[in-house]
């Protein structure tokens, strides 16, 4: 099977501007879950969907949203982007259900912010 | 708040050298733990959870509920074990993964 596929892989952005991060998950996969990794704080859980609905929410302002389409694909958006919002954006793919799943990861997308 | 602590950034050991990368989080019910790992220029991946009790690459962890602990050891570390390693929780039902901040291990040889 194909692995998590994120684009684009990278993007360079100017404070204010939008953008918007792709995600395709693995076939047969209906949970996708995005963090944010940055050196400062780690990675951290934005939010996680599951049959086009959001299941899990991490403690993430009003700014980034996500949203997933039927055939399991996410995207996630940031809306007036500040610099603090550089960082690499990983994806991450799990059957779905109830439970802790094995996720697996995409390559990420850096988003830089200047 | 749910919280994964690892406290070494950085782990220095000899191949040949036993391995123990320490992992603790705070109490919260029944915990489902994993441990992941990231290789040089390679995706973040699932090394081993903690209810499979299985030994991946010589790797096992137990889970220590009365010390809220969940360390992974290697008895014999092999150069090809250098990479950085994080211990996440479950939390919340579904996906959401608290990770630690990760320990780089590094094998000398």
């Known amino acids: 099977k194909a692995g998590v596929t994120q684009t684009p892989r990278y993007l360079i952005k100017t404070r204010g501007q939008q953008v918007t991060l792709s995600c395709s998950p693995i076939?047969?996969?209906?949970?996708v879950s995005w963090y944010q990794q940055t050196p400062g704080q780690g990675l951290q859980f934005l939010f996680e969907y599951f049959s086009e609905t959001q299941r899990n929410k991490g403690n993430f302002p009003g700014r980034f949203s996500g949203r997933q389409f039927s055939n399991s694909r996410s995207e996630m958006n940031v809306s007036t982007l500040e610099l603090g919002d550089s960082a690499l954006y990983l994806c991450?793919?799990?059957?779905?259900?109830?439970?802790?799943?094995?996720?697996?990861f995409g390559p990420g997308t850096r988003l830089t912010v200047t | 708040a749910q919280r994964v602590t690892q406290p070494e950034k950085l782990l220095s050991v000899f191949k040949g050298a036993p391995v123990e990368l320490k992992c603790n989080y705070s109490?919260?019910?029944?915990?489902?733990l994993f441990w992941y790992v990231q290789y040089s220029r390679q995706r973040l991946q699932l090394l081993l959870r903690?209810?499979s009790r299985e030994s991946i690459k010589g790797f096992t962890a137990d889970l220590n509920k009365g010390e809220t602990s969940f360390h992974l050891k290697k008895p014999f570390a092999q150069e090809e074990d250098s990479a950085m390693y994080y211990c996440?929780?479950?939390?919340?039902?579904?996906?959401?993964?608290?990770f630690g901040t990760g320990t780089q291990l590094k094998v000398e040889l």
């Open positions: 903690h209810i």
């Open positions: 076939s047969g996969h209906r949970s």
């Open positions: 109490y919260s019910g029944s915990p489902e």
């Open positions: 991450a793919s799990s059957p779905g259900g109830q439970g802790a799943y094995e996720q697996y």
């Open positions: 996440a929780r479950s939390t919340g039902g579904g996906n959401k993964l608290t």
